[in-house]
Each structure stands twice: as structure tokens, then as C-alpha cells.
């Protein structure tokens, strides 16, 4: 998302499997940032702004997307596919290019976005099964099919491990969320064993199921582990025509 939005284009689209981290990388490399989450039923409203009742007058209050096109700042609009036909209408014409990116608001004012402004769409499905209008107004579509650098971060090294393991994150053929390795660190952290953890996070099945291929992975790094630590310790009859870093002992007198 930074390198996309960093090189000038001012929409982009980040599409994966759930759980994966396409909102935290959307929120992540921004300075700045207005967020949404769309349903079918949001009105354009939502997103331009309204008339606030104060005292005794209406005062106009702007919308996330107004305040990100003053501010040149990101908009990240979660769930778009779920959009309603309102926001739809509302959101062509922004997403078109930053020729058409102006809008007139009820108090007579019109908003020209200012540099740097630009719009983050994620959603789990593929663009294609987007309406047509609005999968052509992305500059760059992205998918995502690991977690987020950021999302992972924040995990402690042991819990981070088993995450970036494809086989475990990817367990009996579904992805396990960014949100469930926090919630596994969570309940390790208060007390409870891995085994528990799994369970009190996925339930019993599925927790066993994540739990055995946790066991299994960390079983399989602990014999790579020793294999290569035994080879080390054991001494070459070889060679090593002096490499640095590298002891040997040589069988010639």
C-alpha cells in the first residue's frame, strides 16, 4: 500500500483472504487516515457530511471523505463491495481521476481534493466480482496473500513464527485470522497452555486441529535445529583451506 500510493496512484484496492490484514496494512502506512466500514443501508450522508443541529441552528459538519480531500490526507473504505447504490453514486465520480474528484457540498462550498489525497477500497473478494463502474476506477489492484509486516509485528517472536508458517495459518484449509493469533498470545499470556489457548480461541475441533499442527511445526524446527547444531559440533577431517568462521580439524600430521 505504501509503495502503490507513494507513487502517485490515488486509488488502490486490496483484496485477501479474511483475517489476513488488509485493513491494518491500509491503516498502517499512512501518516493520516479516515476510515469506513460500508454496509448496504449507509447513505451517501455518511461520507460527505450533514447539517448538525447546535443550539438553535443547523451547522454543517463535513464528512470523512471531505475532510480527507481538504486535508490531502487517506480514506479507507472497508467492505465496498458492500456499498449501496447511494454511496456508489457518490464515490464514482471521486474514484474516477483527479480531474473529476470535486464535490459541491449543500452550503455552495465545492472541495477540490488536495495533493496527497487518495482512496484505499478493501474487501475479500476478487475485483471481478465488483460492479463493473467501480472495478475500473482502481489504479492498482492488489491481493494480499500474507499477513500484513505490520500485523505480525506486534506478536511476540514465538507466537510471529507459527503465524508465518503456511501450513499452520492455513490450517484444515482455513486461514486463521491476524485477530486469532492475538487472542491465542492473549490467553498464553494469561496462564493458560497452548492447548487450552487453541481451544478457548477456535473451540474444541478446530483448536485441536491448530494445536497438532502448531506441535508438529515446532517439533519438525526443534530436529532441524538439532541436526544442524550436531554438525557443527562435530569436527571435519576435511579441509576448510582456512575459512573464516569456519574450525576444523585436519587428519594430516
Known amino acids: 500500500a505504501k509503495m502503490a500510493t507513494g507513487n502517485g496512484f490515488s486509488t488502490l484496492y486490496l483484496w485477501g483472504k479474511p483475517g489476513i490484514g488488509k485493513t491494518w496494512g491500509a491503516y498502517e502506512t499512512a501518516k493520516k487516515y479516515y476510515a469506513v466500514t460500508l454496509t448496504p443501508e449507509m447513505p451517501s450522508s455518511e461520507l460527505r457530511g450533514f447539517y448538525m443541529p447546535v443550539g438553535g441552528e443547523f451547522i454543517w459538519s463535513d464528512g470523512p471523505i471531505i475532510k480527507a480531500m481538504k486535508e490531502g490526507a487517506r480514506v479507507v473504505l472497508n467492505e465496498i463491495s458492500h456499498a449501496g447504490p447511494d454511496v456508489l453514486a457518490f464515490l464514482y465520480p471521486i474514484l474516477e481521476s483527479k480531474g473529476t474528484c ?131 559440533a562435530q569436527p571435519s577431517t576435511k579441509s576448510s583451506h582456512n575459512r573464516p568462521g569456519v574450525w576444523v580439524e585436519s587428519s594430516e600430521s
Open 102 to 232: 470535486r464535490i459541491t457540498l449543500p452550503t455552495g462550498e465545492t472541495v477540490v481534493a488536495k495533493k496527497g489525497f487518495h482512496v484505499i477500497g478493501t474487501d475479500n473478494c476478487s475485483p471481478e466480482d465488483l460492479p463493473d463502474a467501480l472495478q475500473n476506477r482502481w489504479n492498482v489492484q492488489l491481493y494480499l496473500d500474507t499477513y500484513s509486516p505490520g500485523g505480525v509485528a506486534g506478536l511476540t517472536e514465538r507466537v510471529r513464527s507459527w503465524a508465518n508458517r503456511a501450513e499452520i495459518a492455513a490450517v484444515d484449509g482455513r486461514w486463521i485470522s491476524l485477530r486469532d493469533w492475538y487472542s491465542i498470545e492473549s490467553a498464553i499470556g494469561q496462564g493458560f497452555d497452548l492447548s487450552t489457548s487453541c481451544e478457548l480461541v477456535f473451540g474444541a475441533s478446530k483448536g485441536e486441529l491448530v494445536y497438532s499442527s502448531i506441535a508438529a511445526a515446532d517439533a519438525q524446527a526443534n530436529e532441524i535445529a538439532g541436526e544442524i547444531k550436531e554438525n557443527f
